[in-house]
């Protein structure tokens, strides 16, 4: 017997258990055909539709494919049926008891920088006060000290134990953000915009400022969620400590100054961080010590009590003396004299960092020159191209820096390279070196500009290859200041260059709050050169996002420009493309879908690239089903998910599938349509491709509801919800919501439908 849908099901299966083990196709067969007694070929037999004999067989692939590959219910029921399995109830009651999916994991949001030390020295007493003051009804928990004291550390040792098992009190997740690297310039919408990110709900970024307020505060309160702000001393934004000192409960904000900032007076419970106790201090030596390779030359680490007494117990100020005392020639009664006769804090870190700078041979003062070049933390190969050094000695440099405390190596794990960072302090010192020298640092800058060019180039526009974009994972908000800079430079071709290449990425990733905007950057450094095609470029993209936000307003402060330069310049094709569909974008966004329709028929002919050609048949067949032309927009939408299978599009392969789906929900095609939801739902797991996960949610509530199963389908309609939330997807989160409440209108009168929590993140007037 044979049946396609039972390929296509069975296909899905092993591709996700597949994607899911990280293993191969035939390796998965082969164990299948060895466990169902049966040769891998056969199973490709089955995968062609080929219905097994024995229910026995049916049941081992379900089995594998629910708890190997994390298939749905709903996939189940429909691969049953396909199979023509006897008593299918059984098997789905005894693989998702009481009709239940399996329960999604949880997942901890949590946004910690890596640890800049090996193992934490534990301050028992702060430590106990930070919890305590966690635990009362204060919002705001501020660790107030010295710099070089440990506050960050504290802080963040404080974030991550918060998150596990157990921890008192709990929290759900963590969101850090920092005004170190850039000081100054963290403020209230930043923060937000940290935690929308943090939180998985990356939509609310792009609302406005009171609305993204507001939908941040809804979700302070249905999660435990620790906020960190760590540096606050530089920050500026008086409307930040306001918010902070009204973070609705039972969040909490956990703030770390060099100072006791007069806006928490009230409402902040104070945690003055002191020196190290000796006991403290003592493990900290006798850690630094074994780090330096100097344990063995120091048979009693209580020998060096006397440089507890000379740094104030301060845990950077005692690391750095230890640098210099195994990099330096004087012997140490020299320097504790020299540190006692420092006077306050401020005396003994001049010290310090003099006598740090004289143990440094020129690489080493390369390097730590340009580190401050870097926003967050560097990469070894970045540091090599900026300080123009061989990679030997720039590894002998970053040692010799980090052994004398002057650097932070950051490890995330034993796969990846450390990144390397400053404490505050020292980046401020190695600015002022920096500034020293204008002929380093003009070179310096120009090395780093050069070193992010070509860092962007192998990226660029990776439509079929999105891998790729991870290259710019750790880098990008580095790379962000460099356009800036270079923009206000005048290097104008090259953040035309380096929007060009990188523009694809902060679009991908949904990085469209950045300020300023990176295409906006090259529009405006286009205009300077006279380069209208660059411009259109950038003018196009960036009217498409504003469109796709339904930012109207302030896209038609750019359209009379956009269209003036498009009527005046010979455009290449690509740029053309690019023009026309951000213009059909912003007539689809408006409501105006005849107008759109037209321009996407009107260039697909023209269109050489193959993502433009399948994007825009998907964008016509959006137009023909919107106007209720079902059997035209099926025929478009496959034409496009052919064309885009064969060029491995998988952004718009996902997209089509969907609109095929509700295609089928609305011909009352179940079967069709319930087989190809878990097919598609197995390739949007595969990509994790979040957008199309939400239509498929929504798609799953259509076909339960037509099944006659309101419960299911109120269950994917309120996760259907909340993704559209977290997307920012507005008109869908209405549509889904609209549904809900006809669903529960529905509802008998005896039944009361439970309250729906996750629903009302996005509350739209």
């Not at 929504?698 to 389908?713: E, V």
Request: with cysteine; proline share 6%; aromatic share 8%.
């Amino acid at each position: 017997m044979q049946d396609d849908t039972f390929g296509r099901l069975l296909k899905a299966a092993l591709g996700s258990i597949v994607s899911c083990e990280g293993t191969t196709a035939p390796r998965i067969e082969a164990e299948l055909g060895r466990a169902m007694g049966v040769a891998g070929a056969t199973v490709q037999r089955y995968k062609a539709g080929h219905i097994p004999p024995d229910p026995e067989q049916v049941r081992i692939l379900a089995e594998a494919a629910v708890t190997r590959g994390y298939l749905n219910r709903d996939w189940l029921v429909a691969f049953l049926q396909a199979a023509r399995y006897p008593d299918p109830a059984a098997l789905i009651a005894r693989l998702y008891p009481a009709a239940q999916g399996r329960p999604a994991p949880s997942r901890t949001c949590e946004n910690l920088p890596a640890p800049t030390y090996s193992r934490f020295i534990m301050r028992e007493p702060a430590y106990a006060s930070v919890l305590e003051g966690l635990r009362r009804r204060t919002p705001v928990v501020l660790i107030a000290s010295l710099g070089g004291m440990g506050k960050t550390s504290l802080a963040r040792e404080v974030a991550a134990r918060s998150l596990d098992p157990g921890a008192d009190p709990p929290f759900e997740a963590a969101v850090w953000i920092s005004d170190k690297d850039r000081p100054g310039t963290t403020n209230l919408s930043l923060l937000l915009d940290e935690i929308a990110r943090t939180l998985d709900y990356p939509g609310i970024i792009d609302y406005a400022e009171d609305d993204k307020r507001r939908e941040v505060e809804y979700l302070l309160r249905r999660r435990r969620v620790l906020l960190v702000v760590d540096n606050y001393e530089t920050i500026t934004d008086g409307a930040l400590a306001t918010w902070l000192l009204h973070v609705p409960e039972p969040s909490k904000a956990l703030v770390t100054s060099r100072e006791y900032p007069k806006a928490f007076t009230a409402g902040a419970t104070v945690v003055d961080l002191g020196g190290l106790s000796d006991f403290e201090a003592r493990a900290l030596i006798t850690q630094r010590l074994r780090w330096l390779g100097l344990d063995g030359l120091v048979p009693d680490p209580g020998l060096l009590a006397p440089l507890v007494g000379a740094t104030g117990g301060n845990p950077l100020a005692i690391e750095m003396a230890l640098g210099c005392i195994k990099y330096g020639q004087q012997p140490l009664p020299q320097v504790l004299d020299d540190l006692a006769a420092a006077r306050g804090v401020t005396d003994l870190f001049d010290d310090l960092f003099q006598r740090s700078w004289a143990l440094l041979g020129e690489p080493a003062r390369r390097v730590f020159q340009v580190l401050p070049l870097f926003v967050g933390s560097a990469s070894r190969a970045a540091v090599v191209a900026v300080a123009d050094l061989p990679a030997p000695v720039c590894e002998r440099a970053l040692e010799r820096l980090a052994g004398l405390a002057l650097v932070n190596s950051q490890h995330t794990d034993l796969l990846h390279p450390p990144r390397y960072s400053l404490h505050p302090l020292a980046r401020a010192f190695a600015h002022s070196r920096l500034r020293e020298q204008p002929a380093f640092a003009a070179a310096a800058y120009q090395r780093r500009l050069a070193w992010y060019r070509d860092l962007a180039a192998q990226v660029g526009y990776c439509w079929d290859d999105l891998g790729r974009l991870a290259r710019l994972d750790p880098e990008h908000e580095t790379l962000h200041a460099v356009a800036r800079g270079a923009l206000a430079q005048g290097c104008y071709a090259d953040v035309v260059q380096l929007a060009r290449d990188a523009g694809y990425y902060f679009y991908v990733r949904g990085l469209w709050s950045k300020e300023p905007p990176i295409d906006l950057m090259q529009a405006q450094a286009a205009r300077l050169l006279g380069d209208a095609v660059a411009e259109v470029e950038a003018l196009s993209r960036y009217v498409q996002v504003l469109s796709r936000q339904h930012k109207l307003a302030d896209a038609d402060s750019y359209l009379p420009r956009l269209h003036d330069l498009a009527a005046r310049t010979a455009l290449p094709n690509k740029t053309l493309m690019d023009y026309r569909h951000g213009v059909a974008s912003n007539w689809l966004a408006r409501g105006e879908i005849d107008r759109a329709q037209q321009i996407w028929e009107e260039s697909l002919p023209q269109a050489e690239d193959p993502y433009q050609r399948a994007a825009m048949r998907n964008w016509i067949g959006v137009c023909l089903y919107r106007k209720g032309r079902l059997p035209e927009a099926e025929a478009v939408f496959r034409e496009s998910l052919r064309e885009a299978e064969a060029h491995n599009v998988q952004q718009i392969v996902g997209s089509n599938q969907t609109k095929l789906i509700e295609i089928a929900l609305d011909l009352g095609r179940l079967d069709e349509a319930a087989a190809a939801l878990a097919e598609s739902t197995a390739h949007a797991q595969k990509y994790q491709n979040q957008a199309q996960l939400a239509e498929l949610q929504f798609a799953y509530a259509r076909l339960h509801a037509q099944r006659g199963d309101p419960a299911a389908a109120r269950a994917a309609l309120v996760d259907a919800i909340d993704r559209f939330a977290r997307l920012g997807r507005r008109r869908d989160f209405m549509r889904a919501h609209d549904e809900l409440a006809r669903l529960d209108a529905q509802a008998p009168a005896s039944q009361e439908a439970p309250v729906v929590r996750s629903a009302r993140t996005m509350r739209i007037a």
